[in-house]
């Protein structure tokens, strides 16, 4: 069976469609919805205040990374899309490639990761919580990759995933200097998450 394909630009113009999904429409939601049902469900599962609390910042914290990996959510379709292929997104050329700035924000996106981590979950050892920061920055990277692929203006970086995994470690490095292991395990004997 033969097939039959259209060229780019004999496309009706209704195709071709630009859009953004501004920060607020994403962030204001989520933090009115999600904090307070999980705050509300820690207090059914019998989590104590400070249990409760952390959890509430520790989605907090989920949808803020969201918001700065995702938002402002650009649109592209048709003309207005990448015309390169999907592999052009991507930048696997670390340190050489580096802004500093970019790679200093990322870190500090994630070490309160490194942070809760420890607190929060299971994931209580320094390779666990780098592990887990590698695979956190992995599954955005990716998620940047499959948004490009369908029009978004992301882009995916090595240099962003060397630096997440290294402000998750510089998290963890801050929470063991500032939080004796008896203090914690006195505040929180189980992982507050999985209550």
């Not at 959890?55 to 914290?61: H, I, Q, R, S």
């Amino acid at each position: 069976m033969a097939r039959i394909e259209v060229p780019r630009s004999d496309w009706p113009a209704v195709l071709d469609i630009r859009f953004t999904i501004p920060l607020i429409i994403f962030a204001i939601p989520a933090l009115a919805f999600l904090v307070p049902l999980t705050l509300i469900h820690s207090q059914r599962l019998g989590a104590s205040p400070s249990r409760t609390l952390w959890n509430g910042v520790a989605v907090a914290y989920l949808i803020g990374v969201a918001a700065v990996a995702f938002f402002p959510f650009q649109v592209n379709i048709g003309e207005y899309a990448n015309q390169g292929p999907w592999w052009s997104i991507i930048n696997p050329w670390p340190i050489v490639t580096i802004d500093i700035r970019t790679f200093l924000l990322n870190i500090l996106m994630t070490a309160p990761l490194g942070f809760l981590l420890p607190m929060l979950t299971r994931v209580n050892t320094f390779g666990r919580v780098v592990l887990a920061g590698a695979l956190f920055s992995l599954g955005i990277e990716i998620t940047q990759i499959w948004f490009g692929v369908f029009g978004a203006t992301r882009t995916a970086d090595v240099n962003d995933l060397i630096a997440n995994t290294l402000g998750a470690a510089i998290g963890f490095a801050v929470f063991a200097l500032v939080s004796p292991q008896r203090e914690i395990r006195r505040l929180f004997p189980e992982p507050v998450l999985q209550r």
